[in-house]
Protein backbone atom coordinates (compact mmCIF):
# COMPACT_ATOMS: atom_id res chain seq x y z
CA UNK A 1 0.00 0.00 0.00
CA UNK A 2 1.28 3.37 -0.84
CA UNK A 3 -0.36 7.00 1.20
CA UNK A 4 -0.67 9.68 -0.54
CA UNK A 5 -0.60 13.18 0.86
CA UNK A 6 -1.95 16.03 -1.12
CA UNK A 7 -0.44 19.43 -0.26
CA UNK A 8 -0.54 21.30 -3.43
CA UNK A 9 -3.14 23.94 -2.06
CA UNK A 10 -2.31 27.57 -1.91
CA UNK A 11 -3.77 27.94 1.70
CA UNK A 12 -6.14 30.90 0.17
CA UNK A 13 -8.77 30.59 3.57
CA UNK A 14 -5.59 31.29 5.87
CA UNK A 15 -4.32 34.21 4.02
CA UNK A 16 -2.26 35.85 4.85
CA UNK A 17 -0.75 32.98 7.57
CA UNK A 18 -0.07 31.20 4.59
CA UNK A 19 1.13 33.75 2.10
CA UNK A 20 4.69 32.17 2.34
CA UNK A 21 4.26 29.09 4.28
CA UNK A 22 2.09 25.97 3.35
CA UNK A 23 -1.00 25.01 5.51
CA UNK A 24 0.69 21.47 6.03
CA UNK A 25 3.57 22.86 7.51
CA UNK A 26 1.76 25.45 10.38
CA UNK A 27 2.86 24.08 13.48
CA UNK A 28 0.40 22.23 16.04
CA UNK A 29 1.44 21.79 19.42
CA UNK A 30 5.05 22.82 18.63
CA UNK A 31 5.47 20.59 15.26
CA UNK A 32 4.07 21.37 11.59
CA UNK A 33 0.68 19.00 11.09
CA UNK A 34 2.82 17.38 8.24
CA UNK A 35 4.44 15.26 11.24
CA UNK A 36 1.26 14.90 13.07
CA UNK A 37 0.28 13.76 9.49
CA UNK A 38 3.39 11.06 9.21
CA UNK A 39 3.08 10.48 13.18
CA UNK A 40 -0.20 8.79 12.41
CA UNK A 41 1.17 6.48 9.25
CA UNK A 42 3.79 5.03 11.71
CA UNK A 43 0.67 3.61 12.77
CA UNK A 44 0.70 1.13 9.48
CA UNK A 45 4.23 1.01 9.43
CA UNK A 46 4.52 -2.31 8.61
CA UNK A 47 1.29 -1.50 6.10
CA UNK A 48 2.85 1.15 3.52
CA UNK A 49 5.84 0.82 1.71
CA UNK A 50 6.22 4.60 0.68
CA UNK A 51 4.37 7.93 0.81
CA UNK A 52 3.89 10.32 -1.82
CA UNK A 53 3.63 14.19 -0.81
CA UNK A 54 1.96 16.10 -3.91
CA UNK A 55 3.42 19.85 -3.53
CA UNK A 56 2.69 22.98 -6.03
CA UNK A 57 5.71 24.47 -7.49
CA UNK A 58 5.43 27.49 -5.07
CA UNK A 59 6.07 25.53 -1.56
CA UNK A 60 8.22 22.38 -3.45
CA UNK A 61 11.07 23.07 -1.32
CA UNK A 62 9.80 24.11 1.79
CA UNK A 63 8.28 20.59 1.90
CA UNK A 64 11.84 18.96 0.74
CA UNK A 65 13.46 21.28 3.64
CA UNK A 66 10.82 19.60 6.17
CA UNK A 67 11.50 15.92 4.99
CA UNK A 68 15.49 16.29 5.68
CA UNK A 69 14.48 17.81 9.37
CA UNK A 70 12.31 14.86 10.09
CA UNK A 71 15.00 11.68 10.22
CA UNK A 72 12.46 9.54 12.40
CA UNK A 73 10.43 9.52 9.39
CA UNK A 74 13.10 7.69 7.13
CA UNK A 75 11.87 4.45 7.20
CA UNK A 76 8.30 5.73 5.69
CA UNK A 77 10.44 6.08 2.34
CA UNK A 78 8.97 9.60 1.84
CA UNK A 79 9.05 10.64 -1.67
CA UNK A 80 8.09 14.56 -2.08
CA UNK A 81 7.05 16.05 -6.02
CA UNK A 82 5.30 19.35 -7.78
CA UNK A 83 2.68 19.28 -9.92
CA UNK A 84 4.49 22.43 -11.05
CA UNK A 85 1.81 25.18 -11.36
CA UNK A 86 2.81 28.52 -8.65
CA UNK A 87 -0.58 30.32 -8.26
CA UNK A 88 -4.07 29.09 -7.20
CA UNK A 89 -5.35 29.93 -10.69
CA UNK A 90 -3.57 27.31 -12.53
CA UNK A 91 -4.12 24.70 -9.24
CA UNK A 92 -4.56 21.54 -10.83
CA UNK A 93 -7.05 20.64 -7.75
CA UNK A 94 -6.82 17.94 -5.12
CA UNK A 95 -7.92 14.68 -7.74
CA UNK A 96 -5.15 16.38 -10.13
CA UNK A 97 -2.70 16.10 -7.67
CA UNK A 98 -3.59 12.82 -6.99
CA UNK A 99 -3.72 11.74 -10.51
CA UNK A 100 -0.31 13.53 -11.06
CA UNK A 101 1.35 10.61 -8.15
CA UNK A 102 -0.66 7.87 -10.09
CA UNK A 103 0.96 8.91 -13.32
CA UNK A 104 4.28 10.38 -12.71
CA UNK A 105 4.74 7.45 -10.27
CA UNK A 106 2.89 4.55 -11.98
CA UNK A 107 1.39 3.58 -8.87
CA UNK A 108 -0.59 0.06 -9.09
CA UNK A 109 -1.34 -0.83 -5.87
CA UNK A 110 -3.86 0.36 -3.15
CA UNK A 111 -3.44 3.38 -1.53
CA UNK A 112 -4.27 5.72 1.45
CA UNK A 113 -5.36 9.27 0.66
CA UNK A 114 -5.64 12.15 3.28
CA UNK A 115 -5.55 15.97 3.18
CA UNK A 116 -2.88 18.11 4.28
CA UNK A 117 -4.73 20.19 6.71
CA UNK A 118 -6.26 17.52 8.50
CA UNK A 119 -5.24 16.90 12.24
CA UNK A 120 -6.92 13.94 13.57
CA UNK A 121 -6.85 11.59 16.89
CA UNK A 122 -8.32 8.78 15.93
CA UNK A 123 -6.54 4.86 15.07
CA UNK A 124 -5.70 4.90 11.52
CA UNK A 125 -4.84 0.92 12.15
CA UNK A 126 -8.44 0.98 13.23
CA UNK A 127 -9.50 2.65 10.03
CA UNK A 128 -7.23 0.37 7.80
CA UNK A 129 -8.60 -3.09 9.77
CA UNK A 130 -12.69 -1.43 8.43
CA UNK A 131 -10.54 -1.27 5.17
CA UNK A 132 -9.44 -4.70 4.34
CA UNK A 133 -12.95 -6.06 6.09
CA UNK A 134 -14.77 -4.30 3.68
CA UNK A 135 -12.92 -5.00 0.70
CA UNK A 136 -13.80 -1.73 -0.64
CA UNK A 137 -12.96 1.89 -0.89
CA UNK A 138 -13.50 3.60 2.58
CA UNK A 139 -14.37 7.07 3.65
CA UNK A 140 -13.63 8.06 7.03
CA UNK A 141 -16.95 9.79 8.32
CA UNK A 142 -18.32 10.81 11.92
CA UNK A 143 -21.39 11.94 13.58
CA UNK A 144 -21.80 15.92 13.60
CA UNK A 145 -25.01 18.24 14.53
CA UNK A 146 -23.71 21.79 13.76
CA UNK A 147 -25.44 22.18 10.83
CA UNK A 148 -23.14 24.81 9.37
CA UNK A 149 -20.71 22.92 9.48
CA UNK A 150 -22.53 20.39 7.86
CA UNK A 151 -23.21 22.51 4.99
CA UNK A 152 -19.32 23.55 4.80
CA UNK A 153 -17.92 19.78 4.40
CA UNK A 154 -19.42 16.93 2.78
CA UNK A 155 -22.55 15.33 3.95
CA UNK A 156 -23.09 11.57 3.84
CA UNK A 157 -26.37 8.99 3.98
CA UNK A 158 -25.30 5.27 4.68
CA UNK A 159 -27.62 1.79 4.27
CA UNK A 160 -27.54 -0.14 7.13
CA UNK A 161 -24.43 -1.96 6.06
CA UNK A 162 -22.41 0.88 6.12
CA UNK A 163 -22.13 1.43 2.05
CA UNK A 164 -23.09 5.12 1.32
CA UNK A 165 -26.04 5.58 -0.63
CA UNK A 166 -25.81 9.58 -0.82
CA UNK A 167 -22.96 12.21 -1.03
CA UNK A 168 -23.12 15.70 -1.07
CA UNK A 169 -20.09 17.94 -0.93
CA UNK A 170 -21.15 21.48 0.41
CA UNK A 171 -25.17 20.79 0.47
CA UNK A 172 -27.19 23.80 0.96
CA UNK A 173 -29.47 21.40 3.43
CA UNK A 174 -27.53 18.46 5.20
CA UNK A 175 -30.05 15.62 4.63
CA UNK A 176 -28.32 13.42 7.59
CA UNK A 177 -25.89 14.09 10.74
CA UNK A 178 -22.92 12.13 9.32
CA UNK A 179 -20.01 14.27 8.00
CA UNK A 180 -17.44 12.95 5.57
CA UNK A 181 -13.51 13.78 6.25
CA UNK A 182 -10.92 13.88 3.35
CA UNK A 183 -8.86 10.98 4.32
CA UNK A 184 -9.60 7.39 2.11
CA UNK A 185 -8.52 4.12 1.46
CA UNK A 186 -8.76 3.03 -2.29
CA UNK A 187 -8.49 -0.61 -3.75
CA UNK A 188 -5.66 -0.52 -6.75
CA UNK A 189 -8.57 -1.26 -9.55
CA UNK A 190 -10.35 2.05 -8.59
CA UNK A 191 -7.52 4.18 -9.85
CA UNK A 192 -8.15 3.61 -13.54
CA UNK A 193 -12.00 5.09 -12.74
CA UNK A 194 -10.23 8.00 -10.34
CA UNK A 195 -8.27 9.02 -13.41
CA UNK A 196 -11.14 8.66 -15.78
CA UNK A 197 -13.58 10.84 -13.71
CA UNK A 198 -10.81 13.31 -13.56
CA UNK A 199 -10.55 13.44 -16.98
CA UNK A 200 -13.72 14.08 -17.66
CA UNK A 201 -13.92 16.67 -14.74
CA UNK A 202 -11.45 18.80 -12.94
CA UNK A 203 -12.48 17.72 -9.55
CA UNK A 204 -10.76 20.22 -6.98
CA UNK A 205 -12.61 18.51 -4.03
CA UNK A 206 -11.72 15.10 -2.74
CA UNK A 207 -14.99 15.06 -1.18
CA UNK A 208 -16.53 15.60 -4.87
CA UNK A 209 -14.69 12.79 -6.42
CA UNK A 210 -16.48 10.83 -3.47
CA UNK A 211 -19.58 11.77 -5.16
CA UNK A 212 -19.09 10.86 -8.18
CA UNK A 213 -17.57 7.43 -7.63
CA UNK A 214 -19.93 5.76 -4.75
CA UNK A 215 -22.35 5.86 -8.24
CA UNK A 216 -19.90 3.61 -9.82
CA UNK A 217 -18.57 1.54 -6.89
CA UNK A 218 -19.12 0.56 -3.70
CA UNK A 219 -17.77 3.23 -1.02
CA UNK A 220 -18.28 2.41 2.99
CA UNK A 221 -17.73 4.43 5.57
CA UNK A 222 -16.04 4.02 8.86
CA UNK A 223 -17.13 5.84 11.28
CA UNK A 224 -14.14 7.02 13.49
CA UNK A 225 -14.15 7.95 17.11
CA UNK A 226 -11.75 11.13 18.15
CA UNK A 227 -10.90 14.57 16.48
CA UNK A 228 -11.07 15.12 13.30
CA UNK A 229 -10.09 19.13 12.38
CA UNK A 230 -9.27 21.17 8.98
CA UNK A 231 -6.96 23.90 10.45
CA UNK A 232 -8.04 25.51 7.20
CA UNK A 233 -11.35 26.26 8.17
CA UNK A 234 -11.74 29.44 10.63
CA UNK A 235 -14.14 29.80 13.70
Not at 78 to 104: F, H, K, N, P, Q
Not at 163 to 181: G, M, Q, T
Amino acid sequence: MIAIILAGGYGERLLPLTANLPKALIEINGKPLLSHICQKLMEIQDIITSIIIVSNGKFYEQFRCWAKSQPEFCCLNITIISDYTMTSDTRLGAVGDLCVAIERLGVNDDIYVTASDCFFTFSLRDYYTFFRKCVANCVAIQEYDDIEQLSAGACVEINKEGCIIRFKEKPKVPFSNLAAYPMYFYLKETLPIIQSLNKRERIDSPGRLIELLHLKKPVFAYKFIGECIDIGIRK
